[in-house]
DNA sequence: AGTGTTTACGGCGACCGTAAATATG
DNA sequence: CATATTTACGGTCGCCGTAAACACT
């Protein structure tokens, strides 16, 4: 499991849709495709019901959406956290 | 930024050694040393004081070990909330 | 000189993109 | 037949391991 495959997942659950989900990534529709099989298998159960209208979340899916992006919530506090003030950051702080 | 470069730096930061953390990890040390100081340079900022005795986590490492445990530990939830019963796991619920 | 970390180099595996195939209404 | 997902194939990037070099006591 990669953090780039939870960021594949939401997408496409926000999304209900794997090809506007591969727009809203600038990645195409294969990787995103097979990514969420990998991480399907990965983990022993099916996320996405596949329609021919687009994708639809499973229960196991409603469930992994919210802990997924609570990780990447956190990866993104850990960022945060450590953030220098030499960077280039929202110039909220001048001093 | 990568889950294994979390899971090494979180091995590092226990061990205090990158060739303690390699043996724990089964990996050599050259791939952590090099990920920790890519992991470092994403973040913009030192995480380890290197030591002729090892390594030492500064401010900045003490910080993001905190929330580098919680990302690991939300991965393990997720995984874990989203578990078919008929996966291999410990035999410790006969049913 | 000994311990520990870092850099150099070669090889392997993973991911992405384009193109073709499959399934539903 | 149109839309959406999936599979096949080729190319590129990243990560790992071994070996050599560097730093400090």
Redesign the interface.
């Known amino acids: ?3 780039n495959q939870l960021r594949y997942f939401v997408a496409i659950a926000e999304e209900g849709h794997i090809g506007r989900a591969s727009q809203r990534l600038f990645v195409s529709q294969p990787p995103l495709s097979r990514q969420i099989r990998y991480l399907e298998e990965e ?3 099916p ?1 996405f019901e596949r329609t021919p209208r687009g994708v639809r979340l499973l229960e ?1 899916g409603d ?2 959406l ?3 992006r ?2 990447l919530a ?2 993104d ?3 945060e ?4 003030p ?2 280039a950051g929202p110039p909220s702080e001048p001093d």
Chains 1, 2 share one sequence.
Do not use: D, K, N
């Not at 956290?81 to 220098?84: K, Q, W």
């Open positions: 499991m990669s953090l983990l022993g159960t996320l196991a469930t992994f919210i802990h997924a609570r990780v956190e990866v506090a850990a960022i956290a450590v953030r220098p030499r960077a």
